[in-house]
């Protein structure tokens, strides 16, 4: 994939970080938020650049601080992690076949820097066709340094602001994740699914603890869905 | 099994399953397309599991984390998240400040 530097790879290149910029403006408090979280949880700085840069999966990072705890829960953590970037495999099939020109290793190392919102990005830049080396890894790749980079700074400036929960920052995080969730609910079904998610997560919290509510909540929301759900048209 | 062998065992255990599903769809390619009520049930992964995660916080805590959550419910329907988050950290700081 390093084939040197052409103007056209410089400027795709250009284009990647100009459409992937608000996102990265976005992810900077979460991945501040993620690193000091983290350390309250026990974890350092190297701990927290190695998840971010291994896992680099917002959503699934912040459950897992969630949920973390001594000893450390490792199925529910790999069980969560999975739930969580089961989407993933969606998305790098949707977009199999518009980098399906580029060389086969290149791709599987490259797709390690697959997120929402280069996915997103790069289906649009893609249209039906193809779409340029580039583009898609080094946005993917700008994207992931940023990530990295602010969860790092979280992590060695969080243990300096002290307890998170005194200025609720424990709470930005439920509250991202209902920012999050609101997205999703569009239809009557993502508003049951929802509703039905808490009731049991929360049941299951108070009667057979932590970290089992995220698989009773998740398995009783897809549930939900797959039975009574009305399966909507998808775009292919 | 020490608690930093956890940590990273805990991590690349993380890494290993976002990655294998970030690969599997490439290799899978466009052979996997679930349809009907299996499409339905991959649709909903991700709103079930957002929820799963933080419904103990929101609704079995106490009242301040409820009243909060039930404070940025509202603004998240309506505004970008930076509104909400700024609206549920400030609504949990107030309430546990009242009722606490």
């Known amino acids: 994939m390093t ?39 026990g974890m350092d700085v190297v701990d927290v650049l190695l998840a971010s840069g291994l896992i680099f999966a917002g959503g699934a990072q912040l459950a897992a601080v969630q949920i973390w705890d001594r000893p450390v829960p ?24 518009k980098v399906a020109h580029l060389p086969l290793l290149g791709r599987i190392l490259g797709f390690h820097v697959l997120a929402d919102e280069n996915w997103a990005m790069s289906e649009r830049r893609a ?11 080094g946005m993917g790749t700008v994207f992931w340094i940023n990530w990295m980079s602010f969860s790092a700074l979280g992590a060695s400036t969080g243990p300096l602001i002290g307890d998170p929960t005194r200025w609720g920052a424990d709470f930005a995080f439920t509250a991202m994740f209902i920012a999050l969730t609101a997205g999703f609910a569009r239809s009557r079904t993502s508003v049951a699914v929802i509703v039905a998610a808490a009731a049991a997560a929360t049941g299951a919290h108070l009667t057979i603890g932590a970290p089992w509510h995220v698989l009773a909540g998740a398995l009783t929301g897809i549930t939900v869905a797959a039975v009574f759900g009305t399966p909507e048209e998808t775009a292919a | 099994m020490s608690e930093e062998t956890a940590t990273l065992l805990a991590i690349l255990g993380m890494a290993a399953v976002t990655f294998g599903c970030r690969i599997s769809g490439l290799l899978l390619g466009p052979r996997f397309r ?46 970008p998240m930076l509104a909400t988050i700024v609206t549920g950290v400030v609504a949990v700081v107030a309430l546990r400040h009242g009722l606490g």
Request: aromatic share 6%; no cysteine.
């Open chain 1, 3 to 41: 084939t040197a530097t052409s103007p056209t790879a410089t400027a795709e290149i250009r284009q990647a970080i100009v459409d992937i910029a608000p996102a990265m403006v976005a992810a900077a408090p979460i991945g501040l938020l993620y690193g000091a979280l983290a350390t309250a949880k």
């Open chain 1, 74 to 97: 490792i199925a529910a953590l790999l069980f969560s992690t999975l739930l969580i970037n089961a989407r993933y495999i969606l998305m790098s099939a949707s977009l199999a076949p």
């Open chain 1, 127 to 137: 249209g039906g066709g193809r779409i340029s080396a580039p583009y898609f890894f």
């Open chain 2, 34 to 79: 679930p349809t009907g009520r299996l499409r339905t049930a991959f649709d909903a992964i991700p709103p079930a599991v957002l929820t799963a995660v933080i419904a103990p916080t929101v609704l079995a805590t106490g009242w301040p984390e409820t009243l909060a959550g039930a404070a940025a419910i509202v603004v998240a329907l309506r505004a």
